[in-house]
T-cell receptor, first 115, second 119 residues
Framework: KNQVEQSPQSLIILEGKNCTLQ??????????LRWYKQDTGRGPVSLTI?????NTKSNGRYTATLDADTKQSSLHITASQLSDSASYIC??????????????FGTGTRLQVTL | ETGVTQTPRHLVMGMTNKKSLKCEQH?????MYWYKQSAKKPLELMFV???????ENNSVPSRFSPECPNSSHLFLHLHTLQPEDSALYLC??????????????????FGPGTRLTVL
C-alpha cells in the first residue's frame, strides 16, 4: 500500500530560526514528489516538485531534498518568518500517465512561527 | 487565487438540505478534481473529471453528486449529508498530458476550499 509519512506532526519555532520537515514514503513506482504549503482554511499551494533524478530544489527560503534510494525527502526553511506558519504537505506521485489517483498525500506538518 | 475559485467559501447546512458547491478554473486546464480534507487526515480524492468525463469516483457516497458541464466548471451537489461530512472541500485543476506527450508533472492547482458544516 502506498503511504506517505511526515514528521514531526507539529512544530513551533522562533522567528528567524531554521527548521527541517521530514517526509518518508513507500510509493511505487515513483514519479515525483511535491511539497505544498497550506495556510489555515485555504487550498494548498505548490512549493517544489522533484523527479527521481533531482536531489535538491530551492524556492526562495524553501529548499527540498530527495533521496530516492532511502525514499526520504526533507523541506528546509531558512530564516523563518511569521508568514511561514502553515501546514506543509508532502505528496508523492506514482509513475505512469498523470492522474490524481496516483497521488498519495501525507497528513502534513503544522508549523507555527512565533515572536 | 484567481486561478481556481470556489464558492461559497463557508456553508452551514442541515442534514435535509440540498446545496451545491461551485468551482471554476481560469487556467485552461483539462482536468478537475474534488477533494475532501478532514482534520488530521490526508486529502481524500473524491472525483476526477478529465476532458469533462468522469474518470474516477473513489467510493464516494451517493449523497455527493458531481457535475462537470465544461472543462472550466465543476459542481458538487450535496443532499442529505451527515455530520461526519463536515470538512474542507477542495477543488483542483491540472493539465493532464496525453500518452507520449512531454510531462509537466501534471501539477495540480487548488482553490481556496469551501468549509462545510453539517448540523
Amino acid at each position: 500500500k502506498n503511504q506517505v509519512e511526515q514528521s514531526p506532526q507539529s512544530l513551533i519555532i522562533l522567528e528567524g530560526k531554521n527548521c527541517t520537515l521530514q517526509c518518508n514514503y513507500t510509493v511505487s513506482p515513483f514519479s515525483n514528489l511535491r511539497w505544498y504549503k497550506q495556510d489555515t482554511g485555504r487550498g494548498p499551494v505548490s512549493l517544489t516538485i522533484m523527479t527521481f533524478s533531482e536531489n535538491t530544489k530551492s524556492n526562495g527560503r524553501y529548499t527540498a531534498t530527495l533521496d530516492a534510494d532511502t525514499k526520504q525527502s526533507s523541506l528546509h526553511i531558512t530564516a523563518s518568518q511569521l508568514s511561514d506558519s502553515a501546514s506543509y504537505i508532502c505528496v508523492v506521485s506514482a509513475g505512469g500517465a498523470g492522474t490524481a489517483s496516483k497521488l498519495t498525500f501525507g497528513t502534513g506538518t503544522r508549523l507555527q512561527v512565533t515572536l | 487565487e484567481t486561478g481556481v475559485t470556489q464558492t461559497p467559501r463557508h456553508l452551514v447546512m442541515g442534514m435535509t438540505n440540498k446545496k451545491s458547491l461551485k468551482c471554476e478554473q481560469h487556467l485552461g486546464h483539462n482536468a478537475m478534481y474534488w477533494y475532501k480534507q478532514s482534520a488530521k487526515k490526508p486529502l481524500e480524492l473524491m472525483f476526477v473529471y478529465n476532458f469533462k468525463e468522469q474518470t474516477e469516483n473513489n467510493s464516494v457516497p451517493s449523497r455527493f453528486s458531481p457535475e462537470c458541464p465544461n472543462s472550466s466548471h465543476l459542481f458538487l451537489h450535496l443532499h442529505t449529508l451527515q455530520p461526519e461530512d463536515s470538512a474542507l472541500y477542495l477543488c483542483a485543476s491540472s493539465q493532464e498530458g496525453l500518452a507520449g506527450a512531454g510531462s509537466s508533472y501534471n501539477e495540480q492547482f487548488f482553490g481556496p476550499g469551501t468549509r462545510l458544516t453539517v448540523l
